[in-house]
């Protein structure tokens, strides 16, 4: 059966802009797709695994296995942790991920979500030219990232001034590093709008989220 794993990455739920637009994504995309399974891993709901000193004693007592020619040190202390979540992804068929921007990045808990799945010696392999090999191919990634401004779609720059968004840049880099290579997104924004106007973009984002999910 095929998996849709949703990352639900705000803790405003039904107020959060980004989850509205998952939400009417995600309504279509059940419609279309009736047989599909959905998990649904709401970040700021569920007990992420620790990472802390052990976890990264054990991230490069694997690594230095895998170097070595071996298959990593299996489900042992936090490192099971980091496995569980690793699994979780590889399970998924197809991945959906909003979010808000924070302080022009991402939230908190997303970031610890990422210190778990993404691991050279895991996630990532390095081949004899020293290159990083992503593991998690195959599958289509749909972002939605709200953001009270407008941002442009390009890296950020020095002239940019204080408003400068890393949350998208960031985000579209690290799923790369792990394999991804269709990644989709639907970009919620601005939503520091007075009414209408902000009503006005909210729809606009909703009808891109319902064409998106048909194609998905």
Known sequence: MTKLLYIEASP??????????????????????????????????????????????????????????????????????????????KSADKVLLSAPMWNYSIPYRLKHWIDLVVHVGATVLVNDKFEYIGQITDRPLQMVLASGSPYEMRFPLETDGLKTDFQRVYLDHIFRFVGFTDIRLIKVQPMGLPGPDLDEALATSKAAARDAAKIF
Request: net charge negative; glycine share 8%; proline share 4%.
């Open 12 to 89: 405003r739920k039904d107020q959060s802009y980004s989850s509205q637009v998952a939400n009417e994504f995600l309504d279509v995309y059940t419609a279309e797709n009736p047989d599909h399974e959905i998990e649904h891993l709401p970040l700021f709901e569920v007990d992420l695994p620790d990472f802390a000193a052990e976890g990264a004693t054990q991230k490069m007592d694997n690594l230095m296995d895998v170097i070595a020619g071996g298959s990593g040190i299996g489900n042992v202390g936090e490192w099971a942790g980091v496995l569980s979540e690793i699994e979780r992804l």
